[in-house]
């Protein structure tokens, strides 16, 4: 038995002593966006911009990443983290996993709303947040706002998903910074009177309820609707714009930071420099229907054919920030 | 000896670090979090985890002990077929199974949609997604484990003790439950506890339904709040309630023992008329079909249908490693099994807790244990692995979390209780009597375990083996977060596919995944004619 594991722990130790004295560049990601997205790019930069370097990667959720990278500490191999949903970044953050970054490039590119007050972090694609309805039977003059959809014309007629989705967290929260705490738990409360059935656990199936006619409206991101509009091209369905003459749509990010203990800082963030460009951003946003977070990069045809709408410009962190506030006035109100 | 028992002791110890670990989230409370939890949903979704598991537990005890009743005593056409094929559902993953029922039978889904056609608008199916639809999906998910339990205790009861009950004036009924039933107790209790335990675990299935329970709670304290202590901390609540069961289960049994004569080669089965055996095979068949035969037919639809756009390329190492890292696993657990179930048999009560508390890990939330398992290892990298680095002059580095080691072990420990409760379902049957005779006879402990034991415990190796190998393929949260860099699993795609709502492209890898699963089940069938 004591042999064995002084044999194993040679054995460890050699590997580690083998991988160190080796000196190719390793660049270390953890991202919480699947591999199917970030595989094409981690390619396309290896091949076009830096040959000589090898970048490993996990995927898996967030939470679970950060847990790790806790629990990692000093001793992590991640460089980089990659997240979808500005809450995760914020809670990153927020239990100092990562480390400013200084950059002329990524300031430039990024607008302000979209990245962390410190440079914690940057906003790599942008997806909203808005108001889906059954051409057939809504007319979109009835539509006007989030908060509208709590009015009682909308009895039996609303779809939502799940208020344990983040996005829902995120957008109640924008709400929360917008219009008080007092008036948040109004409209909610209002939305689930409004219910026509138990909320759903996936955009999609909020989109296939109204299109069965369980339900006229619903709220759901973009690139849902645009996948189920690749799968359906007739579907009674379109997007509606809400608060154009207010504060604008809901937005939220995916976005990146570098580790605190990053090994490989600099290639890091020459990976990361290289995404806020047009030809990475073009392929980000393109790739899930998302919009590009570089506002000089134009999004792809199908997505600029949604129309073009005014974004809300609230610092993409509050919501983060908000989050706890968010989920604990929905469950006050029944909202699940 | 010493080092032997040394051996053992550090090796439980190893598996009790992780659940103390969880449990020690109790050293700091968030009040307001627990305030909130109370005043809002503690209430409604502790009374959905007792709905789920009192619906769970009798659906499974039916399905199974009734199918494995029936194979076992009865003699029909296509017995010999149905035998395997039940266990057949255990292939397919409960989320799979669950998001395949609410695409189905939905009010959005095809079944509904296609009945209000043609049977006009006031014709409705049972709304799916309710406490009646999660515990049939459940039910059917988790039955094949009573199912194989049983049916190796009734198989080992033979016809003997049901023809004395028949002369005593018992019914075919009668027998069953004054005789057979209380004589395969053991093991359909570990069969339902498995599947109880894998309900309480769940967090995909229930997710799909947005069925709130404890689990979901865990997940939303963890993923919303952030705050892993109070989800560890009701994650311990769950396992306390799940040991209580256990305890009374032990309480209720007494001393009751439950040894068998072993077997003749050939039972001699009663055998069916026609119409009974009409009326089984029917009956077989719907469940089969619900259970099996549907999914997969939706999967291979979506197969057919789905963009080819990915078809990974990968997709031959992600069977590979998931193929590789299952049978290691099983190998493993296997052999801890073995040592455990000794050890259990030494008697000494606290020993026998510490393998039971060993073995909860399995009733804990994929992602709550695999959490554990990564404090656990990188403490140990911190105390242990760190100073020789030092020593030695090298760079600090993490050589636990992430590696396959590290991984293996949050498998084995996930997964030991099915080992453990497999092997000593079948060691319980074996009597004592047996290893006495061998004693006075001059063998020793060892051999006992190798001349006597072990040509009996063979259908029970297989089985465990077999059972670890597919939960490992379809293990997901501890995969994700400890798996080295470049091990992708099939499961792994699985979930990355489905957590963005691809299910069209996740089928291809699904698929795959329950024909190894398939493959398992009938390489054992064949080895051992299931017998």
């Known amino acids: 038995m004591r042999f064995t594991l002084v044999g194993l722990l040679l054995v460890m130790l050699c590997s580690s002593g083998c991988t160190s004295s080796n000196d190719e560049r390793t660049l270390v990601i953890y991202s919480a966006r699947n591999e199917q997205l970030i595989k094409p790019l981690i390619d396309l930069y290896i091949k076009t911009q830096d040959p000589a370097l090898k970048i490993d990667y996990i995927t898996d959720d967030a939470s679970a990443l950060l847990v790790r990278l806790e629990a990692e500490n000093k001793t992590t191999q991640a460089d980089l983290l990659i997240t979808v949903d500005v809450g995760n970044l914020w809670q990153a953050q927020q239990r100092n996993l990562l480390s400013p970054i200084k950059s002329a490039v990524l300031d430039s590119m990024i607008p302000k709303h979209l990245r962390q007050a410190d440079n914690m972090w940057f906003g790599l694609s942008v997806r909203a947040r808005t108001i889906v309805y059954s051409t057939e039977r809504v007319d979109p003059e009835q539509l006007v706002t989030y908060e509208d959809l709590a009015n009682s014309k909308w009895h039996g007629r609303l779809c939502l998903r799940t208020a344990k989705k983040v996005y829902n967290q995120s957008l109640v929260a924008s709400l929360i910074a917008n219009l008080g705490e007092e008036k948040t738990e109004e409209i909610v409360s209002g939305w689930v009177n409004n219910l026509a059935t138990d909320v759903f656990s996936s955009d999609t199936q909020v989109m296939d309820a109204i299109l069965a006619g369980q339900c006229d409206v619903g709220v759901v991101n973009t690139y849902y609707f645009g996948r189920l509009m690749k799968e359906k091209p007739d579907a009674k369905l379109a997007l509606f714009w809400p608060n154009q003459s207010d504060r604008g749509v809901h937005i939220n990010i995916s976005g990146a930071g570098v580790t605190r203990f990053a090994k490989n800082r600099d290639d890091a963030i020459a990976f990361l420099e290289w995404l806020a460009k047009s030809d990475a951003q073009r392929m980000i946003a393109d790739e899930n229907q998302e919009y590009p977070a570089n506002p000089n990069v134009s999004s792809a045809n199908e997505v600029a054919a949604w129309g073009k709408f005014k974004a809300d410009k609230l610092a993409v962190e509050l919501a983060g920030k908000l989050q706890k506030k968010a989920i604990k006035l929905m469950d006050r109100v029944g909202y699940h | ?531």
Not at chain 2, 114 to 133: D, K
Not at chain 2, 198 to 218: H, K, P, R
Not at chain 2, 411 to 433: C, E, H, N, Q
């Open chain 2, 1 to 531: 000896m010493g080092l032997r028992f040394g051996g053992v002791f550090t090796l439980l110890f190893l598996f009790l670090l992780p659940i103390v670990t969880v449990f020690l989230s109790w050293h700091h409370i968030n009040y307001e979090n627990w305030q909130h939890l109370i005043e809002t949903q503690l209430f409604t979704l502790s009374m959905n985890t007792i709905k789920l598991m009192i619906g769970v537990g009798f659906g499974v005890c039916f399905l199974g002990v009734s199918t494995a009743w029936v194979v076992s005593i009865y003699e029909f056409k296509g017995r010999s077929l149905f035998e395997w094929m039940l266990i057949l559902p255990l292939a397919i993953p409960a989320y799979v199974l669950a998001f395949i029922y609410v695409g189905l039978f939905d009010y959005s889904g095809e079944v509904p949609i296609f009945l209000r056609e043609n049977l006009g608008t006031g014709f409705a199916l049972p709304e799916i997604r309710s406490s009646g639809g999660v515990i049939m999906t459940f039910s059917f998910a988790f039955y094949p484990y009573v199912y194989l339990l049983a049916r190796s205790a009734f198989a080992r009861q033979g016809r003997d003790m049901l023809d004395s009950a028949r002369c005593l004036g018992f019914s075919a009924l009668g027998g069953f439950f004054k005789v057979a039933l209380p004589l395969a107790r053991p093991a359909i209790v570990a069969g339902i506890m498995l599947a109880l335990m894998e309900t309480l675990a769940d967090f995909g299935a229930v997710s799909i339904f947005n069925y709130d329970t404890f689990t979901t709670a865990i997940y939303k304290t963890w993923r919303g709040f952030f705050d892993i202590n109070t989800a560890a901390q009701l994650a311990t609540l769950l396992l306390g309630f799940l040991f209580l069961l256990l305890i009374l289960e032990r309480f209720m049994r007494g001393k009751a023992q439950f040894h068998q004569q072993v077997v003749e080669r050939q039972p001699q089965r009663y055998i069916l008329n026609r119409w009974q055996t009409i009326l089984v095979v029917s009956c077989f068949m719907v469940l089969l079909i619900l259970a099996f035969f549907i999914p997969v037919a939706q999967l291979f639809y979506w197969v057919f249908l789905g963009s080819k756009k990915y078809v990974s390329d990968h997709l031959v190492s992600f069977f590979f490693n998931s193929v590789a890292l299952s049978f290691i696993a099983a190998i493993i657990v296997l052999i801890i099994s073995v040592v455990f179930v000794q050890l259990d048999r030494t008697k000494k009560r606290w020993l026998s807790a510490a393998i039971r508390v060993a073995c909860l890990g399995y009733a804990l939330p994929g992602s709550v244990l695999a959490v554990g398992i990564v404090m656990v290892l990188a403490g140990l990298n911190h105390q242990l692995i760190e100073p020789i680095q030092r020593i030695f002059g090298l760079s600090q580095q993490q050589l636990l979390l992430g590696s396959v080691f590290g991984l293996l072990f949050a498998y084995v420990m996930r997964f030991l209780a099915i080992g453990f409760s497999t092997l000593d379902a079948s060691v319980s049957s074996i009597k004592p009597i047996l290893a006495d005779v061998a004693k006075t006879l001059g063998v020793n402990s060892a051999q006992i375990w190798r001349r006597v034991y072990f040509p009996q415990l063979l259908p029970g190796f297989l089985t465990a083996i077999l059972l670890v190998f597919i939960e490992v393929m379809k293990e997901m949260p501890a995969t994700l977060l400890l798996r080295p860099f470049g091990w992708d699993t099939l499961s792994i795609k699985i979930y990355e596919l489905t957590s963005e709502g691809q299910w069209q492209e996740a089928a291809l890898p699904a698929l795959l995944l329950i024909s190894v699963g398939l493959l398992g089940v009938i390489l054992i069938v064949r080895q051992m004619r299931f017998r």
